[in-house]
Structure formats: structure tokens, C-alpha cells
């Protein structure tokens, strides 16, 4: 991630940038972490294992960054840095 800006995501068969989710900023502190969260969030939520990373297609991918967005924006919205219990509930696996 680019903080604010673009979200790049190189594999050996896609290159593709993603506008990061724009929300009312209280606090970044916890943004990136939260993002990783939700990409790891995502890899288990769609049954992505290692092995399959390279011949992911790009819908899936699509699917997976978006989860990261939105565990990062969610963080930015409070001056916490950590998704609220609320947020945590909603995406169980």
C-alpha cells in the first residue's frame, strides 16, 4: 500500500493497482497492520493456500484485496488501532 493512495498487487500474471477505501480519517496508527489482517482475513476466507497464490485469478484477488480495505478503513475510523468488536463480529469465519 501506498497510505491513502494505490494498492499495488504484482503476481506473475497480473499487475494491477486499487484505489485505497477513502474514508473521514480519526487515526491511521494500525492502518497497515490492519490491512495485512485482512488480506490473511481474506486468503481464509476464500480457501487461498499458499500453493495457489500464482494461478490465483484476478476476481478472487479482487475479493481478497477489498477485505484488506476494509479492515484498514475500518481502523481509520476510530482512535483505536484495532477493528471494533461490532466489525470483528461481522466477519467471523
Do not use: M
Not at 504484482?10 to 496508527?29: D, M
Request: aromatic share 10%.
Amino acid at each position: 500500500t501506498a497510505g491513502a493512495g494505490t494498492i499495488s498487487l504484482r503476481t506473475s500474471s497480473i499487475s494491477k493497482e486499487y484505489l485505497a477505501k477513502q474514508v473521514e480519517t480519526v487515526s491511521t496508527i494500525g492502518a497497515g497492520d490492519n490491512f495485512n489482517a485482512g488480506l490473511i482475513y481474506g486468503l481464509l476466507k476464500y480457501d487461498v493456500r499458499y500453493r495457489h497464490l500464482d494461478t490465483l485469478d484476478e476476481i478472487t484477488w479482487d475479493k481478497i484485496i477489498q477485505c484488506g480495505t476494509e479492515f484498514a478503513a475500518e481502523v481509520c475510523r476510530s482512535v483505536n488501532n484495532y477493528v471494533s468488536p461490532e466489525f470483528a463480529s461481522k466477519h467471523k469465519l
